[in-house]
T-cell receptor
Framework: GEDVEQSLFLSVREGDSSVINCTYT??????LYWYKQEPGAGLQLLTY?????DMKQDQRLTVLLNKKDKHLSLRIADTQTGDSAIYFC??????????FGPGTRLSVLP | EAGVAQSPRYKIIEKRQSVAFWCNPI?????LYWYQQILGQGPKLLIQ????????DSQLPKDRFSAERLKGVDSTLKIQPAKLEDSAVYLC?????????????FGNGTRLTVT
């Protein structure tokens, strides 16, 4: 079945780069997404990448996709305290279902 | 554009009681989803609607959960009777259409506590 894995916690210092990793199992995934969830809120779409791309950059965010290893990463440059949140990786397959990982809690230390 | 609206924000009930949640998706979004998010986990799909038809309800515990989207716009999710393990945040999401790249847009969720 489909499965998405993430490490559960990450701590970085303000101004450093953060790298959040994700692995997935469904090779038919068409799009892969990164969502951000702040306390008491729903999930906010950050960025996404089509499965035939290797990299996508959007301001401070860089997404890298290694389709062979089924590995996705999100790099946040110049991490700020406002970036503290839970980050979810999600895959979308040809069945059009979204499968979410357990989320990585990012803590940004001053 | 207005986002996905959900109500109530919080609900506390006793086990065996019933509860209903309401969702109004983004205008023009044909696809509507209900997700259950247990504390410390990612969202898990309960049901997906395309307009007013059910696309996927394979993960919905149909002995106690029901959902409808009668006019292809608003949706309600009901739990009857509730169990302790139903304590979670119930998230509604919508997308423009089910196919191609139509990302999910989430509401703020309803936090349910069953005591």
């Amino acid at each position: 079945g489909e499965d998405v894995e993430q490490s559960l916690f990450l701590s970085v210092r303000e101004g450093d780069s953060s790298v959040i990793n994700c692995t997935y199992t469904d090779s038919s995934s068409t799009y892969l997404y990164w969502y951000k969830q702040e306390p008491g809120a729903g999930l906010q779409l950050l960025t996404y990448i089509f499965s035939n791309m290797d990299m996508k950059q959007d301001q401070r965010l860089t997404v890298l996709l290694n389709k062979k290893d089924k590995h996705l990463s999100l790099r946040i440059a110049d991490t700020q305290t406002g970036d503290s949140a839970i980050y979810f990786c999600a895959e979308r397959n040809y069945g059009q279902n979204f499968v979410f990982g357990p989320g990585t809690r990012l803590s940004v230390l001053p | 554009e207005a986002g996905v609206a959900q109500s109530p924000r919080y609900k506390i009930i006793e086990k065996r009681q019933s509860v209903a949640f309401w969702c109004n998706p983004i205008s023009g979004h044909a696809t509507l989803y209900w997700y259950q998010q247990i504390l410390g986990q990612g969202p898990k799909l309960l049901i997906q609607f395309q307009n007013n038809g059910v696309v996927d309800d394979s993960q919905l515990p149909k002995d106690r959960f029901s959902a409808e989207r009668l006019k292809g716009v608003d949706s309600t999710l009901k739990i009857q009777p509730a169990k302790l393990e139903d304590s979670a945040v119930y998230l509604c999401a919508s997308s423009l259409q089910g196919g191609d790249n139509s990302p999910l847009h989430f509401g703020n969720g309803t936090r349910l506590t069953v005591t």
